[in-house]
C-alpha cells in the first residue's frame, strides 16, 4: 500500500510541474520537450490527466512530432477511465471522421459520457446531434436541453444555436424577441455569425 501511496505521489509530482510549466509559468517560450517528457513518464504509469495532455502533445505536436494516431490512442487511454475532455475529443474524432472511420453513433456514445460529466463543448455538439438526428433520434427537446446547458456557462455557439431554434421553431416556439436575445449574446462574445443574424434583425426593425 505505501509503493502504490509513493508512486501516486510522484506521478501527481510529474504532472503538476508539467503542468505549471505549460500553463501557470510567465514565460513566453514553453520548455514543451520538457513538458511531454514529465508527462510521458506520468502518463505510462497510468495518470489519468497526464494521459489526456500527451495526447494534446501528440495532437498539436507540443514538445514531439505531431502524430494523431498517438494523440487518438493517448485520448482513448484517458476516456476509458473517466476523463470528460479525453472522452469529448474520441467523440469528435468520431464525428469528423478524422483517423478513423466516421461514425455518429459512436460519436453520440462518447459525447454523453462527457456531456454528462459537464463538459460544455461536449453538451454543445449532444445538441446538434439531437437537432438533426445525427447518429441518434432527432429530438428537439433534448437538443434544446443539452444546448442551455452549454449556453448557461457562456458557449457561443450554444447560444447562437438556441437563437436559431427560435428563429426556426426547433424544439421552442417561433419567437423573434427570444432570436434575438440569444443572438445578442452570442454577439457579445464575438461570434461572428451571431453578430449577422443580429444585424438582419436590427435592420428589419429599422425599416418597420
Known amino acids: 500500500m505505501t ?5 501516486t505521489t510522484n506521478t501527481n509530482k510529474l504532472f503538476s510541474t508539467a503542468y505549471k510549466l505549460a500553463y501557470e509559468s510567465k514565460e513566453k517560450e514553453k520548455p514543451w520537450s520538457e513538458i511531454f517528457n514529465l508527462w510521458f513518464e506520468a502518463a505510462t504509469k497510468g495518470h ?6 500527451l495526447g494534446t502533445c501528440y495532437d498539436f505536436g507540443l514538445g514531439v512530432e505531431k502524430n494523431i494516431q498517438k494523440a487518438f490512442d493517448w485520448y482513448m487511454k484517458a476516456a476509458l477511465k473517466g476523463k470528460m475532455e479525453a472522452q469529448y ?5 468520431y464525428h469528423n471522421g478524422e483517423l478513423i472511420q466516421q461514425d455518429h453513433e459512436k460519436a453520440v456514445y462518447w459525447y454523453s459520457l462527457a456531456a454528462n460529466q459537464g463538459d460544455t463543448e461536449a453538451q454543445r455538439d449532444l445538441g446538434y446531434c439531437y437537432i438533426y438526428g445525427c447518429g441518434v433520434e432527432q429530438d428537439y427537446e433534448k437538443a434544446i436541453y443539452w ?3 452549454a449556453a448557461a456557462k457562456n458557449d457561443r455557439k ?4 438556441i437563437g436559431l431554434c427560435y428563429e426556426y421553431g426547433d424544439g421552442v416556439r417561433p419567437s423573434n424577441r427570444w432570436a ?4 445578442k449574446k452570442a454577439s457579445d462574445l464575438k461570434y461572428r455569425k451571431a453578430t449577422y443574424k443580429l444585424k438582419k434583425y436590427n435592420d428589419k426593425n429599422s425599416c418597420c
Open 89 to 93: 475529443n474520441i467523440g469528435f474524432f
Open 158 to 161: 450554444a447560444l447562437y444555436n
Open 147 to 149: 444546448y442551455k446547458k
Open 3 to 7: 509503493g502504490l501511496k509513493s508512486r
Open 180 to 183: 434575438k436575445h440569444y443572438f
Open 48 to 53: 489519468v490527466r497526464a494521459q489526456f495532455y
